[in-house]
Nanobody, 123 residues
């Protein structure tokens, strides 16, 4: 049984940086595609970034050039480095794990989800 725990959220100002972490337990982490999604207040959950077992990465257009996803298979952790944060990045950020599907942005590719960590960016 795979379990995901996010950390690293907080309240920052516009232009600041944060690094989110997602620690996985159970399963074979190195074989997972790992993703980050976010849900702004009152809105639906949306795709942010993902990294597959071969370290191929994809990003939402809204975060390209500002966010970087990477993974440490020795620690079973996936990170999301967020730079130049904007108020519109305010959301609950969720980590997700999936196997058996090609890299993609759809939530259905990910079968396990964390509880989320809140990121608030003030102007």
């Amino acid at each position: 049984h795979v379990h995901l725990v996010e950390s690293g959220g907080g309240t920052v100002q516009t232009g600041d940086s944060l690094r989110l972490s997602c620690a996985a337990s159970g399963g074979t982490f190195s074989s997972f595609t790992m993703g980050w999604f976010r849900q702004p207040p009152g809105k639906e959950r949306g795709f942010v970034s993902a990294i597959d077992w071969g370290n191929k990465t994809i990003y939402a257009d809204s975060v390209k050039g500002r966010f970087t996803i990477d993974r440490d298979n020795s620690k079973n952790i996936v990170y999301l480095q967020m730079n130049n944060l904007k108020p519109e990045d305010t959301a609950s950020y969720f980590c997700a794990a999936g196997t058996g599907w090609p890299l993609g942005t759809d939530p259905w590719r990910f079968g396990v989800w964390g509880q989320g960590t809140q990121v608030t960016v003030s102007s």
